[in-house]
C-alpha cells in the first residue's frame, strides 16, 4: 500500500521557517516526480513546488524563500520555508507523480497524496 506521511507542521510567527518532511512507503520513489502543494480555507489546492531526479520547480509566490529537497535512499522528500508570512497559511500536502519526472503544477497530474500538515503563520 503506498503511503506518504507528512510532519513538520505547526505555528511559527511571520518571518519565522519550518521544515516539512514527506516520508513515502509502499514503492521506490526514486523515479516519481515528488511535489508539495497547500490548500487555504475556501480556496482551491495550490501548487508550491516539484521536484524530480535533481531539478526543481517553483510557485512564484515562494521563489526565493522555499526550498524543496529528497534524499530518494531514505525516501522523503523536503520542503524548507523561510521568510514565512501569515499567506502561507495552509495546510500543505506531499504529492507523488509514478513513473515520471516531468516538473508539473497541477495537483490532478499527480498519483499519490499524503494526509497534510497544518501550517500557521501568525501575523
Known amino acids: 500500500q503506498v503511503q506518504l506521511v507528512e510532519s513538520g507542521g505547526g505555528l511559527v510567527q511571520a518571518g519565522g521557517s519550518l521544515s516539512l518532511s514527506c516520508a513515502a512507503s509502499g514503492r521506490t520513489f526514486s523515479y516519481d516526480t515528488m511535489g508539495w502543494f497547500r490548500q487555504a480555507p475556501g480556496k482551491e489546492r495550490d501548487f508550491v513546488a516539484a521536484i524530480g531526479w535533481s531539478a526543481t520547480n517553483y510557485a512564484d509566490s515562494v521563489k526565493g524563500r522555499f526550498t524543496i529537497s529528497r534524499d530518494n535512499a531514505k525516501n522523503t522528500v523536503y520542503l524548507q520555508m523561510n521568510s514565512l508570512t501569515p499567506e502561507d497559511t495552509a495546510v500543505y500536502y506531499c504529492?507523488?507523480?509514478?513513473?515520471?519526472?516531468?516538473?508539473?503544477?497541477?495537483?490532478?497530474?499527480?498519483?499519490?497524496w499524503g494526509q497534510g500538515t497544518q501550517v500557521t503563520v501568525s501575523s
Open positions: 504529492a507523488a507523480k509514478k513513473d515520471s519526472l516531468t516538473l508539473t503544477t497541477g495537483h490532478a497530474t499527480y498519483d499519490y
